[in-house]
């Protein structure tokens, strides 16, 4: 991030009704104009947590993030340039049950909309640019997507620094401290089910995610370095069960195994191998990759990957 831009994060946020698509808008109380939901980074925050938090904010909606669908880019009257990520966004019946939006000071209204209407009430062309962009995934047929989150560990103690075995290495006071940054953004992305390499390191980085969730955490040796610098891991096995789950959910591992981890999300997923597998797994710590897949055919390949690394 540059100090002269602004940036901010939002999401086009979409449901079927009665078998037809439609996505929100929010009218805005100060600029009288129909834009999509989304707001400027906090202190902080990493971008998608900004995304979830701000779409929660305009509209009561609790959501979490799927595919990443742009970036827009423009200028304000100041001259600074404003930078917008976006992300689809499903709105489920209960979330939308559970609103309790009002209008006010800032939203004057929310409106659903089918895709072809929104296109002609949007104010501006870049929230079109990012509708067109959903609009490919619709087109695709890969519009509800599920993700398989690979996070490295936070920051250990260095091996010169611990004088127990590797796997009872704890994290530094940097790590613990990452840990709890990355808890928001890992929310924003609905993760739900927790896999761990037992290494304290894994364990104690995906920790305070598992107490904001009140879930436990699944330890498996087959995503562990020490099976790994053994020939006995097995991410295959644990990558099998999470695409036939179809579900949200985090791995935490280490930096060789992640590697292992991103490959077999591909070959499960009928995807072609190409050097984005390198980048998506090289991950520093605490540093995590959002792999999108289809709910309805996990095996039509990846959907997306984003990479996320933390501010701490």
């Not at 924003?188 to 037992?198: D, E, H, N, Q, V």
């Amino acid at each position: 991030m540059t100090e002269t831009a602004v940036y901010a994060a939002g999401g086009v946020v979409w449901r079927i009704v009665d078998e037809k698509l439609h996505v929100l808008l929010i009218h805005r109380t100060k600029y009288r104009d129909v834009t999509l939901p989304k707001g400027k980074v906090d202190p902080g925050e990493m971008l998608a947590e900004t995304a979830a938090r701000e779409i929660f904010e305009e509209t009561g909606i609790r959501v979490s993030l799927g595919v990443p669908v742009g970036v827009s880019r423009y200028r304000l009257p100041s001259k600074r340039q404003k930078i917008v990520h976006y992300w689809a966004a499903e709105a489920t019946d209960a979330a939308i049950r559970a609103s309790a939006f009002v209008p006010n000071k800032e939203i004057a209204a929310i409106e659903w909309v089918t895709p072809k209407k929104a296109i002609a009430r949007l104010s501006y062309p870049v929230d079109v640019e990012i509708l067109e962009t959903f609009m490919h995934l619709v087109d695709e047929g890969v519009l509800r997507t599920f993700p398989l989150i690979a996070l490295r560990h936070a920051k250990a103690l260095g091996r010169d620094e611990w004088e127990g075995k590797d796997a009872a290495r704890p994290l530094a006071p940097r790590g613990r401290r990452q840990a709890n940054s990355i808890v928001g953004p890992l929310l924003a992305f609905g993760a739900r089910k927790l896999i761990s390499s037992p290494a304290t390191r894994c364990v104690k980085t995906i920790a305070p995610l598992s107490a904001a969730l009140g879930r436990k955490i699944d330890k498996s040796t087959l995503i562990s370095q020490d099976a790994w610098e053994d020939g006995a891991s097995d991410a295959r096995t644990v990558i099998g069960q999470r695409v036939r789950a179809r579900k949200p959910a985090v791995l935490c591992s280490h930096g060789p195994v992640l590697p292992e981890i991103l490959t077999e999300i591909a070959l499960a997923t009928g995807t072609l191998r190409g050097s984005y597998l390198g980048s998506a797994s090289a991950l520093e710590p605490a540093a995590f990759s959002v792999v999108h897949l289809s709910v309805d055919n996990p095996g039509s390949g990846i959907v997306a990957i984003e990479t996320h690394a933390p501010k701490i």
